[in-house]
């Protein structure tokens, strides 16, 4: 059998590789692709094996994997893969779509195999459509809530909470309107493509900033714009020319209630 391993942790990948070597031998990894671009070209690619299992990482460092089915169709059954526990896990159980939690476990990569291995040819196909429907679904469904890294501790919090995103040194920071700040295991991409539009604005690489926020504007150097919030940012929040006029629809569009 070969197996497509969708996946941007090096170390994920590997010990993936390394339990699969053990629980199935014969399946044979044809390439791990690291993001969705990556794996777009993959199955775009005529000359390019076809897989008969996909294993897919929820979360890659370009975004959402369930991007990948808008500009592809993947015939094949696809186990995910995530290290994060939350809603849309909820919805996988109840639609009876498998996926593994990391750190993955030989026991559990066991279990999904052989599940799918008992599908019969219609169940194939309920499966599939199952896949595409979860797909739909998360593209259309916001993200209310986030886990993060509170001392040696995992908390939930609310975007109601959250005034700005930050990105720095590789690290994602969720700063709240009382000035708290936790760590994020999200990309600004990941977080861009999960958050409400009307709510949240990519102001820039390093900054998602939410409607709430927003205290007032200057005019900065170079026909840019410089965002003032209601608390303190790291650093200077600076809205390029050409987004200028994004900018200003996004935060005329919808006002905030009273």
Known sequence: MNVLIIEDETA????????????APSYNVLTVLESIEESVEYFEDSTQTTPDLVFMDIHLADGESFRIFDKVTITAPIIFTTAYDEYAL???????IDYILKPIKEEDLR???D???????????????????????????????????????IIPLSIDDIAFFYTSNE????FTHSGEKYIVDRTLETLQSLLPADEFFRANRQFIV????????????????SLNLVIEA??????????????????MAIQPSN
């Open 115 to 153: 599940k799918l291995a008992q599908l019969s040819g219609i169940e194939r196909t309920e499966y599939k459509s199952r896949v595409e429907s979860m797909a739909s679904a998360s593209k259309q469904e916001n993200q209310r809530v986030f886990l993060v890294h509170y001392k040696d501790k």
């Open 210 to 225: 939410s409607r709430k926020s927003v205290k007032d504007i200057a005019v900065w150097f170079g026909s840019r714009l």
């Open 111 to 113: 279990h999904a195999i």
């Open 90 to 96: 909820r919805a996988f159980k109840v639609n009876s």
């Open 234 to 251: 790291p650093e200077k929040i600076i809205i390029s020319k050409a987004r200028v006029p994004e900018f200003k629809q996004w935060l």
């Open 171 to 174: 690290k994602v920071s969720a």
């Open 12 to 23: 994920a990948a590997n010990n993936l590789q390394a339990i699969l070597r053990k629980v």
